[in-house]
């Protein structure tokens, strides 16, 4: 059994307590990727982790989105081009993966992967869940 790519700690939190679920289903399921990857796992076993982050990728940029409108916040189109980015990859990827007849680990998922969890999450997802609660908490305070 291969170590896992992520370990789940708090330094992945943003404070928005679905989101933070979300990024922990995500970690979860790069973790068993990495796992069917290590033990060469049929390629249909493959293909299946990876519609599965796909669809969790979409359905979480899709909610983060509704977050980010519905907070008004100041760097949504940034912020939705790196989704759309992240997914585009995500997809080349998966269209490089069925088509290769050679070995899944030689394509560098793991490693794109990896850096979307550390720039996205630590950084753009940490910056949004500041501004957003930082707005709500000015809108607590303001008179109405």
Not at 67 to 77: G, K, N, R
């Amino acid at each position: 059994m291969a170590d896992p790519l992520f370990k789940w700690d708090e330094s992945f939190l943003i404070g928005i307590e679905e989101l933070d679920h979300e990024h922990k289903l995500l970690i979860n399921d790069i973790n068993r990727l990495h796992e069917e990857l290590a033990r060469h796992e049929e390629k249909s076993e493959i293909e299946m982790c990876l519609g599965e982050i796909y669809k969790r990728m979409e359905a979480h940029f899709a909610l983060e989105e509704r977050v980010m409108l519905v907070h008004e916040y100041q760097h949504f189109d940034e912020h939705k081009h790196e989704h759309n980015d992240l997914l585009d990859g995500f997809t080349e990827y998966m269209v490089r993966y069925l088509n290769d007849t050679g070995d899944p680990s030689s394509i560098p998922i793991e490693e794109t992967l990896e850096r979307w969890v550390v720039n996205h999450i630590l950084t753009h997802d940490k910056k949004m869940s500041l501004m957003v609660k930082e707005k709500d908490s000015f809108k607590k305070k303001r008179p109405e």
